[in-house]
């Protein structure tokens, strides 16, 4: 069985939706002009976290992700590092990967497209 930790994509009304949550978090500072800064504690930071796109899972299983700020709250904020075997997945011939960078930057600028969270140019502040 395959249990993702973090499910990522674009999901409106997803309350457990971490990539909203981050788009949104850097719509926000990036709108008020703020520098982007880590919501968690600084050893949430550092740890390891493993992140899965929803369409790469939707391929694999048929899970579908549910879930909001508290969500996105409790995993930016895990002082442990949380990865999970892929074995038994890629015993069974499943071969899906994406580059975390790529997946973030499609998502956001699906949901920007989608204006779940807003498009705002580079270097503009509020």
Do not use: C
């Amino acid at each position: 069985m395959f249990r993702p930790t973090v499910v990522h994509g674009l999901a409106t009304g997803n309350p457990m939706n971490v990539s909203t949550v981050i788009g949104a978090y850097a719509a926000i500072f990036r709108k008020l002009g703020l520098p982007l800064r880590f919501p968690g504690s600084a050893k949430a930071y550092g740890v390891l976290n493993q992140a899965v796109d929803a369409g790469l899972i939707g391929r694999a299983t048929p899970y579908r992700d549910v879930a909001a700020w508290p969500f996105g709250e409790f995993v930016l904020q895990q002082e442990f590092d949380h990865v999970l075997d892929t074995t038994k997945l890629r015993a069974h011939g499943f071969d899906g990967f994406e580059d975390i960078h790529r997946m973030f930057d499609r998502q956001f600028a699906q949901m920007q497209r989608e204006r779940i969270i807003p498009h705002v140019p580079t270097g503009a502040a509020a």
